[in-house]
């Protein structure tokens, strides 16, 4: 029998629910594993925001160390918080079957976007999301928020001149919290980060068999195809989390792909947006589709606006 893997994971809730999924499904196949949580920087000082942190890997890092390190075999992430440049060694092995990938308005009661009253305090941790908002809503007083899941909604709670929090319908869902989503925003509203809904498994590059056996266990390749693009288009602007940039690879019933992506100034004020479609079925033609449709919305004044965005912060 092959040894027990171990699964390096943050220690939220949520991440745990991630990487158990994980370990679940290399069960399946008969590599039996077992979680070992890393705290990473982003989670040491859940404080600070997010802008602030000056590295893209707020969220992966030690636990890409730890991997490279040999102190676990793999890691789980969720996909949204890797970079799109992995560390020297480093492989994504694997990315699962996505979960809705929209972001949800959460009130203390159930609320719509129709709902907010003028002028209404809306938290979040996310420029991309402080940008949709304010283009969608210019009165709205964005507030920051950061944490894991139930620490924002414990704040939420606890806030009353706080109308509602944005958060990833995913990790509601994930975490069985769904009936706190008082609207799933549509994507004119409120584009998703790259990857979004999506798990990540990272492995040393060099285990070959590993990665297959991850692949084999939760690799979802219509789910893969579309971050592809996502993450492509992000990469080729030199976006982050810490940057408005947005978008989102939807399959379509031809076996097609539709990516969609935007970009948007921290006010609010100014938005390039684009879509391109390309063949389903192959991660390298959606890295090429990624590419192209960040080339042509940096031709259309992409560039300025993050380049402003990056020169400000929030």
Same mark, same amino acid.
């Given at each position: &029998? ?7 994971t ?5 991440? *745990? =629910? !991630?990487?158990?999924q994980v370990?679940?499904? @290399?069960?399946?196949v ?27 890997a ?11 390190? $040999?102190?676990? %075999?793999?890691a789980v992430h ?9 560390p ?13 990938? $929209?972001?949800a308005l959460?009130?203390? =009661?159930p ?22 908002l304010?283009?969608?809503r210019? %009165? ?11 620490? $924002?909604?414990?704040?939420?709670d606890?806030?009353a ?11 509601l869902? *994930? ?28 492995a040393?590059?060099?285990? !070959?068999? @590993? ?19 996502? $993450?492509?288009?992000?990469g080729?602007?030199e976006?982050?989390? !810490? ?6 690879? &939807? ?7 539709? @990516? ?5 100034s ?21 890295e ?7 080339? *042509?919305? *940096?031709?259309?004044?992409a ?12």
């Amino acid at each position: &029998m092959k040894g027990l893997l171990r699964i390096g994971t943050r220690a939220s809730r949520l991440a *745990r =629910w !991630q990487a158990d999924q994980v370990r679940g499904a @290399l069960s399946v196949v008969g590599r039996a594993a077992t979680l070992v949580e890393i705290h990473t920087s982003g989670d040491a000082a859940p404080n600070v925001p997010l802008h602030q942190f000056g590295n893209r890997a707020v969220f992966t890092k030690e636990l890409d160390d730890a991997v490279l390190d $040999r102190r676990v %075999d793999l890691a789980v992430h969720s996909l949204k918080d890797l970079p799109t440049i992995l560390p020297e060694g480093l492989a994504l092995a694997a990315v699962t079957v996505r979960e809705d990938p $929209r972001d949800a308005l959460v009130g203390r =009661w159930p609320i719509a976007w129709s709902d907010l009253p003028k002028g209404a305090v809306v938290a979040t941790s996310s420029p991309r999301r402080r940008a949709q908002l304010l283009r969608g809503r210019p %009165d709205l007083a964005i507030t920051d928020l950061r944490g894991n899941v139930e620490t $924002r909604l414990a704040k939420l709670d606890s806030t009353a001149d706080w109308t509602a929090v944005v958060l990833a319908v995913a990790g509601l869902v *994930r975490l069985g919290l769904a009936d706190r989503i008082g609207e799933r925003l549509s994507f004119d509203l409120m584009l998703p980060a790259p990857g979004q809904g999506a798990i990540a498994v990272t492995a040393r590059a060099e285990d !070959q068999a @590993l990665c297959s056996t991850v692949r084999e266990a939760v690799h979802d390749e219509v789910t893969a195809c579309c971050v592809s693009a996502e $993450r492509a288009f992000l990469g080729r602007l030199e976006g982050g989390c !810490q940057v408005p940039v947005a978008a989102l690879g &939807m399959p379509m019933r031809d076996g097609s792909i539709r @990516l969609r992506g935007r970009v948007v100034s921290l006010g609010g004020d100014r938005a390039i947006e684009g879509t391109l479609s390309f063949a389903g079925g192959s991660e390298r033609a959606a890295e090429v589709a990624g590419i192209a449709l960040a080339k *042509r919305l *940096r031709s259309e004044g992409a560039g300025e606006i993050l380049a402003a965005a990056r020169n400000t912060g929030v």
